[in-house]
């Protein structure tokens, strides 16, 4: 029974006793008595409960409409039908959402509340049945067909022991629950009919309203009371289980023993409902872990770990870290390994399908496959492809996992500023987990999955600690292969996972990771290795992306190569992908709204979809002004050009440097002059020049910052065509470093800057003899239409970019006349 809902009517009849001037019947009087029943009820719904003939129970009203109804009532006949409903509503409830099976009231007492709500005691009378709905606004209004009762007679053994039954079971639950008031045994003695037995009954017993209402809508008396017992039994049944795990427990409990007391409660009810329980998850664990592969370490760990979730509460956090430790241990791919596959063949098709050119790189992993093959053990190289952004380093090792027949897994680590992701937190914080490496192997289902550790140059370091130093023994292959986790604690042998880190520069990365990392440097493509790729890859995929069809549309490669040199500037090919899916997208839109487009794209139709070029092709500006000379320079996104630019004016010899210059540039400027000054006479330059003439040293785009050590012989070449206003060889660019005696020095970048040469029309190149090994290293597919000049000395530089022209309209420099020197003699020698 439902200790509340029984307070609740004792209380509520006990109110309706001490009014005065109202008079309550008995309820074999109520549910005998039919005259005067009106066939036409206003309804008031109940949510929680069921009221049945002859109990007396309050209601709440709060709801405008019902409080207008109730009062009503009260002042009239006082009777309204009560009827449940099947669901709770938001908004007044529908005859869609009410029983059709309800009872009728008597109300005995309105009181209004101080907040405008009303509440009523009520006494039911007698059930009745819906027949139609008469008014629907401002409240419900039926026409009904009362129901009479038909219990069996009293007199009957079969209905005195039903009786006696249904009073014993009430008398069990009372004992077995001791929150009911002692009051109730008291009454439920006193009562002598059956069905008004069988009501006080249906209605205190804690079951469904659902159930309560099939109770109610039950017309034969001796069916309800059947019912009703079997209800009740159920219940007797759940309260003595419950009185069982009661007694299993410890009476004179602690704190700290009350929560262990709650734990057994919960587990002995886990087993009798079929649930598993924790030592059931504790065993199921077990049994995975003896299928795994590992060590005894990591075997003996595992147990012991197991061993002690048995002994904690399980409603504490340490349980709950504990617990996802094990499932972390046993989800791992302990020496589980996938099978390499060694057709050589095989895998330089996939890596010559999936990319063009980077023949160095997949020779290189050609090579590792070769040897693999050959040894069988031999441990994982660990490859740092490095290159500017787009030229395909991620997606490179994807292609080696398919080769391989790998499984891949790719972890970001742009931004990584917290050791501990890298190594995991100690299983002593809440909320410990494994490091990102663990929780990527989990996801790979292999110990020797090619894992690409992505942006390895843009990890960070804080005051948390510094992720990159936390690499070195993940990338070490002498100490991979006992990798200890924070969270783990046990040795990881990594040595079989075959690392590819990707980066765009080096400058950032430690010297130590540097070194543990076999740097294979990736260069930019060619125009001609672009259209290739565009044609093989990026076109495909983004007519698949934008849903378009391959015989629907056609780009020309010459179109490609126009929107190359018009709309890109790059060594990869990640914008030329974006600038292609621009044009795809102005198709598809023609192809939405059925409007013609040209079925294959040509140069003409690139500028009318992308605009007018962004990027000329072309930069070289001409030899008419002196001091303008082209440099070569390497970015982290591929090679570029830039112009250095020298101007004089009248002054006192003073040098001025702008265009965000770095340290290195401003040093090779102050280099490049104090040779000029020291070898002016070689050169042609009238000394009196740098005591009167100001110089200007410009590097055009000032908001970009600049710095390295590639345009030492640029600015000498520059100051050079200045002071003695010679013209610079037509379509000729430079690069190279020197020194304050002339000397030339080699610098590096030298692919990324043929590129860019080649994309602004250079048809010279001069640079250090040194680099001459980096040319030839690059293949003459990049170097067609170039001719290089290597040199080692200034002078060799001067006479090749320096022509003996003068420039159109010559600055002509005003000099003081030459001070005679005096000779010296003896006597004006000062001996100190």
């Given at each position: 029974?439902?200790?509340?809902?029984?307070?609740?009517?004792?209380?509520?009849?006990?109110?309706?006793?001490?009014?005065?001037?109202?008079?309550?019947?008995?309820?074999?009087?109520?549910?005998?008595?039919?005259?005067?029943?009106?066939?036409?009820?206003?309804?008031?719904?109940?949510?929680?409960?069921?009221?049945?003939?002859?109990?007396?129970?309050?209601?709440?009203?709060?709801?405008?409409?019902?409080?207008?109804?109730?009062?009503?009532?009260?002042?009239?006949?006082?009777?309204?039908?009560?009827?449940?409903?099947?669901?709770?509503?938001?908004?007044?409830?529908?005859?869609?959402?009410?029983?059709?099976v309800g009872t009728i009231a008597h109300i005995l007492k309105m009181i209004v509340l101080p907040d405008g709500n009303v509440t009523v005691i009520i006494q039911g009378r007698r059930r009745f049945e819906v027949l139609e709905y008469t008014q629907t606004d401002p409240h419900l209004m039926a026409n009904v067909k009362y129901i009479p009762e038909s219990f069996p007679n009293v007199r009957?053994?079969e209905t005195k022991a039903l009786l006696q039954s249904l009073k014993e079971a009430a008398y069990k639950i009372l004992n077995l629950n001791p929150d009911i008031p002692r009051d109730a045994q008291m009454a439920i003695s006193n009562i002598d009919s059956p069905s008004f037995l069988t009501h006080f009954l249906s209605s205190n017993l804690n079951i469904e309203i659902s159930e309560k209402?099939?109770?109610?809508?039950?017309?034969?008396?001796?069916?309800?009371?059947?019912?009703?017992?079997?209800?009740?039994?159920?219940?007797?049944?759940?309260?003595e289980i419950k009185r069982d795990i009661q007694s299993k427990a410890s009476i004179d409990i602690d704190q700290q023993q009350k929560e262990y007391y709650l734990r057994q409660q919960i587990k002995v009810l886990q087993e009798e409902l079929g649930m598993e329980s924790p030592d059931q998850e504790v065993e199921k664990l077990r049994a995975k872990g003896s299928k795994k592969k590992w060590?005894?370490?990591?075997?003996?760990?595992?147990?012991?770990?197991?061993?002690?979730?048995?002994?904690?509460?399980?409603?504490?956090?340490?349980?709950?870290?504990?617990?996802?430790?094990?499932?972390?241990?046993?989800?791992?791919?302990?020496?589980?390994?996938?099978?390499?596959?060694?057709?050589?063949?095989?895998?330089?098709?996939?890596?010559?399908?999936?990319?063009?050119?980077?023949?160095?790189?997949?020779?290189?992993?050609?090579?590792?496959?070769?040897?693999?093959?050959?040894?069988?053990?031999?441990?994982?190289?660990?490859?740092?492809?490095?290159?500017?952004?787009?030229?395909?380093?991620?997606?490179?090792?994807?292609?080696?996992?398919?080769?391989?027949?790998?499984?891949?897994?790719?972890?970001?680590?742009?931004?990584?500023?917290?050791?501990?992701?890298?190594?995991?937190?100690?299983?002593?914080?809440?909320?410990?987990?494994?490091?990102?490496?663990?929780?990527?192997?989990?996801?790979?289902?292999?110990?020797?999955?090619?894992?690409?550790?992505?942006?390895?140059?843009?990890?960070?370091?804080?005051?948390?600690?510094?992720?990159?130093?936390?690499?070195?023994?993940?990338?070490?292959?002498?100490?991979?292969?006992?990798?200890?986790?924070?969270?783990?604690?046990?040795?990881?042998?990594?040595?079989?996972?075959?690392?590819?880190?990707?980066?765009?520069?080096?400058?950032?990365?430690?010297?130590?990771?540097?070194?543990?990392?076999?740097?294979?440097?990736?260069?930019?493509?060619?125009?001609?290795?672009?259209?290739?790729?565009?044609?093989?890859?990026?076109?495909?995929?983004?007519?698949?992306?934008?849903?378009?069809?391959?015989?629907?549309?056609?780009?020309?490669?010459?179109?490609?190569?126009?929107?190359?040199?018009?709309?890109?500037?790059?060594?990869?090919?990640?914008?030329?992908?974006?600038?292609?899916?621009?044009?795809?997208?102005?198709?598809?839109?023609?192809?939405?709204?059925?409007?013609?487009?040209?079925?294959?794209?040509?140069?003409?139709?690139?500028?009318?979809?992308?605009?007018?070029?962004?990027?000329?092709?072309?930069?070289?500006?001409?030899?008419?002004?002196?001091?303008?000379?082209?440099?070569?320079?390497?970015?982290?996104?591929?090679?570029?050009?830039?112009?250095?630019?020298?101007?004089?004016?009248?002054?006192?010899?003073?040098?001025?440097?702008?265009?965000?210059?770095?340290?290195?540039?401003?040093?090779?400027?102050?280099?490049?002059?104090?040779?000029?000054?020291?070898?002016?006479?070689?050169?042609?330059?009238?000394?009196?020049?740098?005591?009167?003439?100001?110089?200007?040293?410009?590097?055009?785009?000032?908001?970009?910052?600049?710095?390295?050590?590639?345009?030492?012989?640029?600015?000498?070449?520059?100051?050079?065509?200045?002071?003695?206003?010679?013209?610079?060889?037509?379509?000729?660019?430079?690069?190279?470093?020197?020194?304050?005696?002339?000397?030339?020095?080699?610098?590096?970048?030298?692919?990324?800057?043929?590129?860019?040469?080649?994309?602004?029309?250079?048809?010279?190149?001069?640079?250090?003899?040194?680099?001459?090994?980096?040319?030839?290293?690059?293949?003459?597919?990049?170097?067609?239409?170039?001719?290089?000049?290597?040199?080692?000395?200034?002078?060799?530089?001067?006479?090749?970019?320096?022509?003996?022209?003068?420039?159109?309209?010559?600055?002509?420099?005003?000099?003081?006349?030459?001070?005679?020197?005096?000779?010296?003699?003896?006597?004006?020698?000062?001996?100190?």
């Open positions: 029974m439902n200790r509340d809902t029984f307070s609740k009517l004792v209380m509520a009849r006990q109110d309706v006793e001490n009014v005065e001037m109202i008079e309550i019947a008995s309820p074999e009087e109520v549910m005998e008595n039919e005259d005067n029943l009106p066939s036409d009820l206003a309804l008031l719904s109940l949510r929680n409960t069921v009221l049945f003939p002859g109990i007396v129970i309050p209601v709440t009203v709060t709801r405008q409409k019902f409080i207008k109804m109730v009062k009503k009532a009260y002042r009239t006949d006082r009777t309204v039908g009560v009827v449940a409903q099947v669901r709770h509503t938001p908004n007044e409830p529908t005859p869609e959402d009410l029983f059709k009957k053994k209402q099939l109770l109610l809508e039950t017309f034969d008396g001796g069916e309800q009371a059947h019912k009703l017992l079997e209800h009740m039994m159920k219940e007797i049944q759940v309260l060590t005894k370490e990591a075997n003996d760990h595992f147990n012991k770990e197991l061993n002690k979730i048995l002994r904690m509460n399980s409603m504490s956090p340490e349980y709950g870290v504990s617990l996802n430790y094990a499932e972390t241990m046993v989800d791992l791919p302990w020496n589980e390994y996938t099978k390499d596959n060694f057709d050589l063949k095989r895998a330089k098709k996939i890596l010559d399908a999936d990319h063009s050119g980077l023949e160095k790189v997949k020779e290189r992993i050609i090579e590792y496959l070769a040897v693999l093959k050959l040894r069988n053990d031999m441990k994982a190289p660990i490859l740092c492809l490095y290159g500017p952004p787009g030229v395909g380093k991620t997606s490179l090792g994807k292609s080696i996992a398919k080769a391989l027949g790998r499984n891949y897994v790719r972890m970001a680590l742009g931004g990584l500023h917290d050791e501990a992701e890298i190594r995991g937190h100690r299983k002593t914080y809440i909320g410990a987990m494994p490091g990102k490496l663990i929780v990527n192997l989990q996801k790979a289902k292999s110990s020797n999955p090619v894992f690409v550790l992505d942006e390895i140059d843009k990890v960070n370091r804080d005051q948390r600690g510094d992720p990159s130093s936390a690499l070195l023994e993940v990338l070490d292959p002498e100490q991979n292969n006992a990798f200890k986790d924070n969270y783990l604690e046990v040795d990881y042998d990594l040595s079989k996972v075959l690392f590819i880190a990707t980066a765009n520069s080096l400058d950032t990365v430690q010297g130590p990771l540097r070194d543990r990392m076999e740097i294979i440097e990736i260069s930019g493509y060619t125009v001609e290795e672009k259209i290739e790729i565009a044609r093989k890859h990026l076109v495909p995929k983004q007519l698949e992306q934008h849903g378009i069809k391959a015989k629907d549309l056609k780009i020309d490669d010459k179109a490609i190569q126009k929107v190359i040199e018009g709309y890109t500037r790059e060594s990869g090919v990640r914008r030329l992908e974006q600038q292609i899916g621009s044009l795809i997208r102005k198709i598809a839109k023609s192809v939405a709204m059925n409007e013609e487009y040209p079925k294959t794209v040509k140069p003409e139709h690139v500028e009318k979809m992308l605009g007018g070029v962004i990027f000329d092709r072309d930069l070289y500006e001409g030899n008419d002004v002196p001091g303008v000379v082209t440099g070569l320079a390497w970015t982290s996104v591929g090679g570029d050009i830039l112009f250095i630019e020298s101007s004089l004016s009248r002054g006192k010899g003073q040098i001025t440097l702008s265009g965000q210059l770095g340290d290195v540039m401003k040093e090779s400027a102050i280099t490049a002059l104090s040779y000029l000054k020291s070898h002016a006479d070689s050169i042609g330059i009238d000394y009196r020049i740098f005591q009167n003439y100001d110089l200007h040293v410009h590097v055009p785009q000032g908001a970009v910052p600049k710095d390295g050590p590639s345009a030492g012989i640029t600015m000498l070449t520059s100051m050079a065509s200045m002071f003695t206003q010679r013209k610079i060889k037509p379509n000729t660019a430079m690069t190279g470093e020197i020194t304050l005696r002339g000397k030339v020095l080699p610098v590096g970048g030298i692919k990324e800057k043929i590129l860019a040469a080649k994309r602004a029309g250079i048809k010279d190149i001069i640079m250090c003899y040194k680099n001459r090994k980096d040319v030839e290293e690059v293949g003459e597919a990049y170097t067609i239409g170039l001719t290089f000049h290597y040199v080692d000395y200034v002078e060799e530089v001067l006479e090749i970019a320096l022509l003996n022209e003068k420039v159109n309209n010559p600055l002509h420099f005003i000099l003081p006349e030459e001070k005679k020197e005096t000779p010296v003699t003896p006597l004006d020698v000062v001996v100190v």
